[in-house]
């Protein structure tokens, strides 16, 4: 099986900065696209960032120019870096591994993380 670990999460006065990491591990062949999503009480699920294997990222409108996605392929890790933090940021954010495939023949499956708290507030 796999599983991801998250990591990084806490309270921030607006304006601050946070750095969440994500670890797969198990029995892992490949991973194809890695990703940050959140939920805010009341709300649903949202994109936040996403990024390929190859490197291509996208980000949620609300936090371009602001949020930053890395990869360490080797590692099987993603980071969120977060600053400007503002209190509508505020949510538990989860990561996911989607595609991930155990062998060369396996069907690719996806995972989620258990999810981090974030907290914007002076």
């Known amino acids: 099986q796999v599983q991801l670990v998250e990591s990084g999460g806490g309270l921030v006065q607006p304006g601050g900065s946070l750095r969440l990491s994500c670890a797969a591990s198990?029995?892992?062949?490949?991973?194809?696209?890695m990703g940050w999503y959140r939920q805010a009480l009341g709300k649903e699920r949202e994109l936040v960032a996403g990024?390929?294997?190859?490197?291509?990222?996208n980000y949620a409108d609300s936090v371009k120019g602001r949020f930053t996605i890395s990869r360490d392929n080797a590692k099987n890790t993603v980071y969120l870096q977060m600053n400007s933090l503002k209190p509508e940021d505020t949510a538990v954010y989860y990561c996911?591994?989607?595609?991930?495939?155990?062998?060369?023949?396996?069907?690719?499956?996806?995972?989620w993380g258990q999810g981090t708290q974030v907290t914007v507030s002076s």
């Open positions: 996911q591994a989607a595609d991930v495939r155990t062998s060369w023949a396996a069907w690719p499956s996806d995972y």
């Open positions: 198990g029995n892992i062949f490949s991973i194809n696209a």
């Open positions: 990024i390929t294997s190859g490197g291509s990222t």
